[in-house]
C-alpha cells in the first residue's frame, strides 16, 4: 500500500511528540522536523523508543523559506502539521517581534510552499483565541476575543491566514484545530513535557513541585466567581489531543472535509477548577503537595471550556482518558526525568 507521508514541524516538542507516535501507529510516514530552538531531543528519542524505529529528523528553521523549499522538493509530503512556534504567552508580551517574526513567517513560508506542490495544511490552534467567552461552553461558532498576548494574536491571525489561503488557492485545504489545556505524559513514560526553565503551565508546576525541584506552587487566584473561587479549564489528555491529529489528516487526505477549512474545538467538554485538579493529583498519586493561594495572574481568564461535540460528529473522535490516568502519567513522566 501507499503510505501517506505527513510531515511534523515542530515534532520534537511536547505535543509533536505524541503525535507522531499516533500518526506512525495509524500507518503514516512521518518526517519530523525542528530547529530544537525548545527542546532538546530527549523526546525525539523517546518517539524511535516507543515506535522502535528512527524517524528522519530534519533539522531546519521554518522562517527560511529555502529549506522550507528544499524540504518539500526532497520529499513528497501529503499532509504537514504545524506546531513549530513559540508559545509562552509571558515572553510574548516582553517580546512581540520575537513572536510574530517565528510564529507568521514560518507558517507563511509553509503555506506558500503548500500552495506551490499542493499540500493539507493542519494548523494547531488554541482556545485562547476564544479569550473570556461571553457564554459557556464554547463551540466552533463562538466568537473570537482580541488577544491579551502577542502569542494569542499569532494564533487568530495564522487561522486567518490559513482561512484566505484555502479560499484563494484551491490546492490547499486546511483543518484548524484548537486545544483546550493539553496535559500529561504518554503511558510509556518516554515522552513528555519539558518546560525549559520555570514552567509557566499548571500541571508542569505541579509535577515539579512534588519531586522537590520548586518549593512550593503558587495557586493564581482563589476569588474567581466559581464554586472553589478558582479558575475553570479544559484539561485534555496529551494522548486523547494526539489522537485526533490522525482522524483529522485522515479527514483530509480521504478527501472527506465538508468545507476546504474546517476548525475543530479539541477538548473534553468538562470543567475542573486548579483547586480540584491540585486535589486530584494528590489523591491519585498519594502524595501531599505543598501550594498556596496567590494573587490572580495578569490575563488569566475566569473560565473556559468546550462543547466538543463537532469533532464527535464530524471526525468521530472523543476524549477518553480520565483525569485520574492523566495525572498519574503527568507523575510517572516527571520521577522518571528525576530517575526515580
Ligand atoms: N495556574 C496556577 N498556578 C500556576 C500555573 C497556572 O494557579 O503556577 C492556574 C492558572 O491561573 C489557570 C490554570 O492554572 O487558571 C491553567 O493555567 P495554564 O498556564 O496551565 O494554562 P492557561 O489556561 O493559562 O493556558
Not at 515572553?91 to 510564529?103: F, G, I, Q, R, W
Not at 466568537?143 to 498576548?149: A, D, H, I, L, W
Not at 479527514?251 to 473534553?268: A, H
Not at 483547586?275 to 473556559?304: Q, S
Amino acid at each position: 500500500m501507499d503510505r501517506k507521508t505527513v510531515l511534523v514541524s515542530g515534532g520534537a516538542g511536547y505535543i509533536g511528540s505524541h503525535v507522531t507516535v499516533e500518526l506512525n501507529e495509524a500507518g503514516y510516514e512521518v518526517i519530523i522536523a525542528d530547529n530544537f530552538s525548545n527542546c532538546d531531543k530527549t523526546n525525539y528519542n523517546g518517539v524511535c523508543a516507543i515506535c522502535g524505529k528512527q524517524f528522519p529528523l530534519i533539522e531546519m528553521d521554518f522562517c527560511d523559506l529555502n529549506a522550507v523549499r528544499k524540504l518539500f522538493s526532497e520529499n513528497k509530503i501529503d499532509a504537514v502539521i504545524h506546531f513549530a512556534a513559540f508559545k509562552a504567552v509571558g515572553e510574548s508580551v516582553a517580546e512581540p517581534l520575537k513572536y510574530y517574526t517565528n510564529n507568521l513567517n514560518s507558517f507563511l513560508n509553509i503555506l506558500q510552499v503548500s500552495k506551490e506542490k499542493g499540500c493539507n495544511v493542519l494548523f494547531s490552534s488554541s482556545a485562547t483565541v476564544y479569550g473570556e467567552p461571553d457564554s459557556l461552553p464554547v463551540n466552533e461558532k463562538s466568537e473570537r476575543k482580541p488577544c491579551t498576548s502577542p502569542y494569542g494574536n499569532s494564533k487568530q491571525i495564522c487561522e486567518d491566514f490559513l482561512r484566505d489561503c484555502v479560499n484563494a488557492y484551491p490546492q490547499i485545504k486546511g483543518i484548524a484545530l484548537r486545544y483546550f489545556n493539553p496535559i500529561g505524559a504518554h503511558p510509556s513514560a518516554l515522552i513528555g513535557e519539558l518546560p525549559r526553565g520555570v514552567p509557566q503551565n499548571l500541571v508542569p508546576y505541579i509535577t515539579q513541585t512534588a519531586i522537590g525541584k520548586r518549593e512550593c506552587l503558587s495557586i493564581f487566584g482563589n476569588d474567581y466567581p466559581t464554586e472553589d473561587g478558582t479558575c475553570l479549564r479544559d484539561y485534555i489528555d496529551i494522548v486523547d489531543l494526539a489522537k485526533v491529529h490522525v482522524c483529522a489528516v485522515s479527514r483530509m487526505l480521504k478527501g472527506e472535509m465538508k468545507q476546504p477549512y474546517e476548525i475543530f474545538n479539541v477538548g473534553t467538554g468538562r470543567p475542573l477548577s486548579v483547586l480540584e485538579l491540585v486535589t486530584t493529583f494528590e489523591k491519585v498519586n498519594g502524595l501531599k503537595l505543598n501550594y498556596k493561594i496567590a494573587p490572580r495572574r495578569d490575563g488569566d481568564v475566569c473560565a473556559v471550556w468546550c462543547d466538543p461535540s463537532l469533532a464527535e460528529k464530524e471526525l468521530g473522535w472523543k476524549a477518553s482518558r480520565s483525569i485520574e490516568d492523566t495525572l498519574r502519567s503527568a507523575w510517572q513522566w516527571e520521577r522518571r526525568l528525576a530517575g526515580k
